[in-house]
């Protein structure tokens, strides 16, 4: 029995220094994404024209601001998001946290617009990259049946991940092979944007380009995942939430499983007040045949992701944005 004992320490002291490496390597991978975030930072800042503009979208913490770039303003117009949380008290609903937008966000932004726009050509990859990323397993995709628009649009994704270390690894060996190589990387920023986040940044990319797209001088302002509590008690989460001009739009994002949530954000439109030219469900996997049906039957606009600036822009040109 005595003669286990230096066993069973070796195995104890193996296991602490195999947990430590473990969350040295973790750390490193973080330090490794905030020194990219940085870079991009300087060099975004560096190439920015003289003439944009920062808008600034005031919430209730004023010491961090929400900046949204355009760069065919030359003023800066502050819009107090405090509407929008006003407009969720007056429902009975209570606010129990905002989170604050972080500084990836605007790094992340650019590459959820780049998926959305491109959701059909890339979303194998986006597949494979969401069915391995709670491991961290590797993985190798043959494209050669695929068009070289797809080829193209899924090198960029794959490289802009790999750029801000969402892919650990990622590597693409031309013709003849065509073969690609990834593995996703485990850590909460990159698991969060690739099981759904990357949606909801989307939409409010979108939203915002269409609005100062076709009038740049409109206020507006928006919320993110605020965490609420509903007048029944029960605890729920909004994806996205813009309140432009006097009117409020509430968005969903699902990048799956819809059909089991349809229903319960029907029932949350009501709550909200909101008809279905103001609320909306932006699905990534829905036949276009089936969008029209699921809206008339739950009472909100069903939308594919792709077609999301197309279906609001008659409806934003007509009803809110001209003069």
């Not at 030359?74 to 969720?88: K, P, R």
Request: aromatic residues 12%; glycine residues 4%; positive net charge.
């Amino acid at each position: 029995m005595y003669a286990l004992i230096p066993l069973v320490i070796g195995i104890i002291i193996g296991s602490i220094v195999t947990y430590l490496i473990l969350q040295r390597i973790e750390q490193k991978k973080i330090t490794k994404l905030n020194k990219i975030i940085q870079q991009y930072q300087i060099e975004t800042q560096e190439n920015r024209s003289n003439n944009q503009t920062k808008i600034t979208v005031i919430g209730e913490d004023t010491k961090n601001p929400t900046l949204v770039k355009n760069k065919n303003r030359i003023e800066t117009i502050t819009v107090d998001s405090t509407e929008i949380q006003n407009f969720l008290k007056s429902k009975d609903i209570q606010i129990k946290f905002i989170p604050p937008e972080q500084k990836l966000d605007e790094v992340l932004g650019s590459i959820a617009f780049f998926m959305g726009e491109r959701y059909n050509l890339i979303k194998n990859f986006y597949s494979r990259i969401k069915s391995n990323m709670n491991y961290g397993n590797s993985f190798k995709i043959n494209l050669k049946n695929y068009t070289q628009e797809e080829i193209s649009s899924i090198c960029q994704l794959g490289k802009m991940l790999h750029d801000i270390a969402f892919l650990e690894e990622y590597k693409y060996q031309k013709s003849p092979k065509y073969i690609l190589y990834a593995r996703p990387n485990r850590i909460p920023k990159a698991l969060n944007f690739f099981s759904g986040q990357w949606l909801e940044y989307f939409i409010k990319e979108q939203v915002i380009r269409l609005i100062e797209s076709i009038n740049p001088q409109i206020q507006y302002s928006y919320l993110l995942n605020p965490q609420i509590i509903l007048p029944d008690g029960n605890d729920f989460e909004l994806d996205v939430l813009f309140k432009i001009k006097d009117e409020i739009f509430w968005f969903e994002a699902k990048t799956g499983d819809y059909q089991r949530y349809i229903e319960k954000y029907s029932k949350m439109s009501s709550i909200l007040g909101l008809d279905g030219e103001h609320s909306y469900m932006i699905l990534t996997e829905v036949q276009e045949n089936l969008t029209k049906a699921l809206s008339t039957i739950f009472h909100m606009k069903v939308v594919k992701a792709e077609k999301l600036a197309e279906y609001l822009q008659p409806y934003f040109e007509k009803c809110i944005l001209l003069p």
